[in-house]
């Protein structure tokens, strides 16, 4: 049985329409991604499945139960606010506690689920503290902390880590998913940000412009883009997308990512514009007659602006979309990576 399954569902308003016939399902235990751009409707998408939001089409199911139609407290869901939403005057154990304490959960029953989720959060020493009184992380401890005591099979988070620096933010992207391993719950994870997706999720469902372009794994977004779109939103930095005049009869657009892109002799002829040097590796933008594409090369590489070289990759590394509509198209064109396609 699905955890969480949404069948057709769209929200407008007036002419308006953030979530367009979104349907989607994800498995019990799963972490699922909901990622996209800003105003792409992945938050209201989430707040229909919670109930904050109310479908104006369609049915939302969690653990099989219709519960299009319930408000949120009798849908058995936790959820993680992009603001923290912590009480000020309120210590960290009260917070933590305010939820069973409005259910009227027996007062031992309290101290025992604090205690567990305390030592799971690495908040125990922390617990008679206020929100003032400790870090941006610990406040993040503190949300989740809210979420978990509630003991629900289901746990939303939107956007959770987006005020934290890039330390914080990588090391509780580890925490949240081993604490999601750990307790074996389902947590659907609003982000704009595809390094949160492609290192946190299960499941990743990609949106744009409020409909779903693409629900897979990370490795399958990755390794097989349903789209342009899809293609450039997934990679750092995004696939190099080039199109194809030379070709008779066919309206095509080239993929390939930087990171296969390689110096070669017999490749075709680039001039360098921009060199990016990150440690690891070299961030290389070329011309390619009016194209621009990128190369991804390790370590330091000496290059400068005018210099002249040549690009090549593997057959394997090409993906082909149709121009007009942006939709990947079977890769059996070998033909089309020859360097004369792109000659002067």
């Known amino acids: 049985m699905s955890a969480i399954r949404l069948e057709n569902v769209s929200k407008t308003w007036g002419d308006a329409r953030a979530v367009d016939d979104v349907s989607f399902e994800t498995g019990a235990g799963r972490f699922a991604v909901l990622l996209g751009p800003s105003g792409c409707g992945k938050s209201t998408t989430l707040r229909l499945i919670a109930g904050l939001e109310e479908a104006t089409a369609g049915t939302v199911r969690i653990a099989g139960e219709n519960v299009t139609a319930l408000p949120p407290a009798a849908r058995k869901i936790s959820m993680v606010f992009q603001s923290y939403a912590l009480f000020p005057h309120l210590s960290v154990a009260e917070n933590i506690l305010f939820g069973l304490k409005v259910r009227g959960v027996t ?101 744009k412009d409020g409909r779903v372009v693409q629900d897979a794994t990370p490795a399958e977004l990755y390794a097989r883009p349903a789209s342009i779109f899809a293609a450039r939103f997934v990679g750092t930095p995004p696939m190099n997308v080039v199109s194809l005049p030379g070709l008779t009869g066919e309206h095509l657009m080239l993929g390939v990512r930087p990171e296969h892109v390689r110096l070669s002799g017999d490749g075709i002829p680039a001039r360098v514009e921009t060199v990016e040097y990150l440690g690891a590796d070299t961030i290389v933008t070329c011309k390619v007659n009016a194209e621009f594409v990128t190369a991804r090369l390790p370590g330091q590489v000496a290059f400068a602006r005018g210099n002249e070289t040549h690009l090549a990759w593997e057959q394997e590394a090409v993906h082909l979309f149709d121009a007009a509509s942006g939709l990947r198209i079977a890769n059996d064109t070998p033909a089309i990576v020859a360097p004369h396609v792109f000659a002067a």
């Open 107 to 207: 007062a031992a029953e309290q101290r025992t689920r604090l205690k567990r989720v305390a030592e799971l959060l690495g908040l125990a020493k922390l617990l008679e503290r206020k929100p003032s009184q400790i870090s941006g992380g610990q406040q993040q401890r503190v949300a989740l902390g809210r979420a978990i005591i509630a003991e629900a099979a289901v746990c939303l988070m939107d956007e959770p880590l987006s005020n934290l620096d890039a330390q914080l933010r990588h090391e509780m992207r580890r925490e949240i998913r081993s604490l999601q391993q750990q307790l074996g719950m389902t947590m659907v994870y609003v982000t704009h940000d595809q390094t949160e997706a492609m290192s946190m999720a299960d499941q990743v469902i990609l949106m």
